[in-house]
């Protein structure tokens, strides 16, 4: 008797740094009401640190956390891991070693983190992101086929590709073409970063503050999430799951601009967006 296949699962989760001083400076919202207001507008996880109030707070909102960290050191990996194995994440954004860090010096780095990872039993993810040791494609690359070839497995990728778009400027036709890097690590990923962005900027906004979608917003929706979350989905084996991070970043971040729109409402309206992608592509899915 053939077994009924279970279809992937999309899990958008909102980042705690959106919520950066809101929804003002002076009566910024405690760490409870973020998660809580998470939740209430549709995310399944939070994207923060391990710290007791986090921990605190997705536990009584029935949230995941989704841990997201710095590690710079082979000393630093066991420490930071067990934190959030504390905490009871399961996935964790790692961001490895700085801008000037050869590959050579980031790699014993990378496989001490995933050591840990498999110690506690979660699983750490390596982000491409600005200054770090993956600022740039290339160096990406470069982490991922040295880390394959000295320890013999795929080192676990966690993709942000407005970083490596504004370094390449590409142009909307060339989104997915240019920046689908190594589709077996894209396929074996389990978490993601989803920020819009054109070949010129890191964050661009979602909508216009009035409740009508950005033009930039469409573009990236069309041309760039729909045919990544595609081709994740066709090597996507039955009851797989991807937890998305929506990462904008707030004001003062130097992501969002001055002239941006609200930064949290946005980010709602963007997992609404992925979401009704998400689930067009699903029926298609076999």
Known sequence: MARTKVKPKLHLCAAAWSLTNYPTATKQWSMDTKVRKAKEAGFE??????????????????????????????????????AFADAGAVHVNVQLCDHDTPTAKALPV?????????????????????????????????????????????????????????????????????????????RMSDMIHLRT????????????GRGKLDGDFITWR?????????????????????????EL????????LECFPDVWKDAIRAREEIETVWRSLLRKWK
């Open 197 to 208: 962005f054109t070949g010129s900027h890191c964050q661009t906004p979602i909508t216009n």
């Open 249 to 256: 970043g707030p004001q003062g971040s130097g992501y969002a």
């Open 110 to 186: 990378a496989h001490a983190v995933m050591k840990a990872g498999d110690e506690y039993g979660i699983k750490p993810a390596i982000e491409w992101h600005r200054d770090t040791c993956t600022e740039t494609p290339e160096k990406g690359l470069a982490l991922a086929t040295a880390y394959e070839k000295r320890y013999g497995k795929k080192l676990r990728t966690n993709f942000d590709h407005s970083h490596p778009a504004i370094v390449k400027q590409v142009r909307p036709h060339d989104f997915a073409k240019r920046l689908l890097y190594r589709k077996d690590l894209l």
């Open 45 to 82: 996880g939070f994207s923060a640190g391990s710290a007791p109030d986090i921990v605190a707070a997705v536990s009584k909102h029935g949230m995941t956390l989704v841990g997201g960290v710095d590690c710079g050191s082979v000393k630093d990996a066991k420490p930071r891991m067990k």
């Open 222 to 246: 069309d041309n760039f999430c729909r045919p990544l979350l595609e081709t994740w989905l066709q090597g996507a084996r039955s009851g797989r799951e991807l937890w998305a991070v929506i």
